[in-house]
């Protein structure tokens, strides 16, 4: 029997090889919250809170790329003030106030909304809430510079520490009733502070195993195909053996 030898072109081989050992990282997003205020206990305007949140973990892999994120949700009082010992009757309480919340790196949300009218009878001796209306939802994302990222990652689990603050610019008040009433508003905010971690994983990261770009995978790709036809072009000549 006569054998015939098949010679598989290199480049075929080389481009099979390299793309063997190329691999692909994968960024992964792992995000981490912290709630400022409630829904039943909302943080009014000249108030702040001191709130925490878990730092990357460097062991974990590369940080590429770091995304905050706000949400705010704002409700509006209106008050009605009583400088005198009896109560009284009121009406058209109407208060708008733009409530804004800030954090770190520049992050804020701005929202401006009305309460009222409102009728009713007030307090004696003091402020009461004529009322409260509906809650303004509001957003802000930032993303954080990589020369930043140091401030947020660490060898290890930790928590790095930050500041919300809600506070308000001048409103606007009115409503009716006897000379010694007097009318105002305030803002509240509750919500959320989500930072997502964009890290490639530790066994992706590695010098010795770079990422191929696409136009050196598509290269490769071309150059198989184009290779493969000469061989099957070479196996098509090549009559069967009994």
Known sequence: MNMRRYNVPVCMVCAVAALAHSSFAVIVWDPVVADYGSASSPLATGSSESLSLNQFDTSLGTLSAMTITMYSSDTIASLVFNATGSSALYSNATATVPVAVTAFEGLSTTATGTAGPFA???????????????????????????????????????????????????????????????????????????????????????????????????????????????????????????
């Open 120 to 242: 009713g009878l007030s307090t004696a001796f003091g402020a009461s809430v004529a009322g409260t209306d509906g809650v303004i939802s509001a957003q802000d994302v930032v993303n954080v510079s990589p020369e930043d990222f140091h401030l947020y990652e660490g060898a290890g689990p930790g928590q790095f520490t930050f500041t919300v603050a809600v506070a308000d610019s001048i409103g606007t008040y009115s409503g009716s009733g006897p000379s010694y009433l007097f009318f105002g508003g305030n803002g509240y905010s509750y919500g959320s502070i989500v930072v997502e971690y964009g890290y490639i994983t530790a066994n992706d990261d590695d010098p010795a195993d770079p990422i191929p770009e696409p136009s050196t995978l598509c290269a490769g790709l071309a150059v198989i195909s184009i290779c493969g036809f000469g061989v099957a072009r070479r196996f098509r000549r090549i009559p069967w053996c009994a």
